[in-house]
């Protein structure tokens, strides 16, 4: 009994020390993102500002307002006019450069809080987080409360799917019972969005997309392929995830131009659905397999050290592998990427709103600088300038009434805002690098953003992001 009692006691203070240790590390990596907090007592934290000589791309139309006043007033655009008179506000003179709204990228998967300093540098000022877990909740309460700088904030809960197991990263669920419950648990706790995934049978779908009815959650669907492509087209679903899917699951993996054509239209007669792409990530595995050494490149190190040991080298390996069995999957993959870009055309002449998204976080998808690869896949597929910046702008803002104070440069509007020296809808690439970047009305300069980039580099916090992934495996 006294060696029990012994050894017990020596097994309590192990997982003591172990807790303690885990505490200790999350604080220490939190501390390494604090350059992101908003400081209430000094500048950043002003949200009222008028800028003028402003020539404005506003987005509800395709049209330029030249040279214009703009009143924000506590981070909502106040009003848009010729002369504003306000006093004691700060002025700022754009000099004749172009304001546009912020830039949502629909697809992401974010794992550290550095990353939201990617996004902003890159003029993304809201994200669709499709992956969540505890973690994200956290960030999405701080960005309400105004306590750091970073895109605005929305996000799934963690990914359902059926009974079979294909991987712990997702919620298999059992009955249509447990269904109802987990879906009325993420309302309560403060997600925005259900995201269903590969898998879900049609009888606990059922059950999700009830339950989501009743507590007012839209869905985000990756397709399953245990249901008809069809079934996806549900008034609850409010997109649809991946190009690649209408390929894999509609199609078979057969790039048919013929058999495409009724799921196209059965895609743009449902007029609540939503369609985003990713063909970023998608094409990233092409990248993989023409570049052995991707990932050594400079770009890499912005990506989230656990993602990189267990996703980026994993898929490299895989897709290394499957060229070397096989010289034309190389091939096989680029003709289906360039499928992609083909649905994307279709569903876009077709009337189909198209939401840029990017899959960013996972495989070599770089967090922030792959929106801007996203939206020339869609100038490369024939949309007009004007037609690419909406699938990054006000498209995305219609998808979910919560994200409609987004979007648009008109009063009432959230003041997420761009400021970029070339006219966009003439040279989409001055959308890379704005001088100023507001988010909520609060202005972050060039300078400001660009030691974002920099301390977003070469991240060692492996252990840490682990530990936040064990959080999600214990709460679910
Ligand atoms: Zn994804």
Known sequence: MKILKRLLKIVSALIGVLVLTGIITLWLDSLGTRYLRINKNDLTSLNSYIITNVNIVPMNQDTVLVDKMVHIKEGVIEKIADSIEVDGIEIIDAKNKYLTPGLIDMHVHVWDRYELGLYLSNGVTAVRNLWGIPMHLRIKEDVIEDKIFSPMFFTTGPKLTGREFIG??????????????????????????????????????????????????????HPSQKVPFSYHLNPQIKSIEHAEEIVQQALQYDLDSTKLKPIIESISQSKHTNYCPTITGFNNIYQMMIDDSILSSASINYMNPLIKKVDSENQFERWSNAKQNDRSEVSRIKNQHDFHIMIVQKLHAAGVNIICGTDAGIGITLPGFSIHQEMAFYEEAGFSNYEVLKTATVNASRTHSIMNQLGTIQEGKIANLLLVDENPLFELSSLENPSYVFVKGRKLDRETLDSYNEKAKNRKNLIASALRYLEYLIIE
């Open 168 to 221: 712990d990263d997702n919620l298999n669920l059992a009955y249509p019972s447990e269904a109802k419950e987990k879906v009325i648990s993420y309302k309560d706790r403060g997600y925005d969005l259900i995201k269903t995934y590969y898998g879900l049978d049609k009888e606990i779908f059922d059950a999700v997309i009830k339950q989501a009815k009743i507590s007012d959650m839209d869905i985000v669907a």
